[in-house]
């Protein structure tokens, strides 16, 4: 694989649009939206089943997983349930983008 396709699909392009583009598809209630998603959150869950921490892996492979399990609530109109499910995306991709942010300073 190109090292420039691998960058887009796997680091920070491909987590912030897989995080906004399903936030936008709660908000607006289009269930395909957090299909697109869940596809664009596959390069990130693969890199994340491959770092040594066990919660990491499971992490990874569950994330396209929620966005799924998000689409459905949005086609149930229970848009806070689906939010809830996209927590912990955000919060692997927060904690990352500290780590990031802060090894800078060190």
Do not use: C
């Not at 500290?98 to 300073?105: E, K, M, R």
Request: net charge positive.
């Amino acid at each position: 694989m190109d090292p420039l396709i691998a960058q887009i699909v796997i680091s920070w392009p491909a987590i912030l649009s897989s995080l906004f583009i399903s936030t936008a598809g709660i908000m607006t209630r289009q269930w395909y939206l957090l299909i697109v998603g869940a596809i664009l959150s596959i390069g990130f869950a693969w890199y994340l089943t491959n770092l040594p921490v066990i919660v990491f892996k499971i992490t990874g492979y569950s994330l396209p997983l929620l966005h799924l399990a998000a689409m459905f609530f949005v086609l149930r109109r229970m848009r806070w349930a689906a939010g809830l499910l996209l927590l912990p995306y955000a919060a692997i991709a927060a904690y990352f983008g500290i780590g990031v942010l802060i090894q800078n300073y060190s």
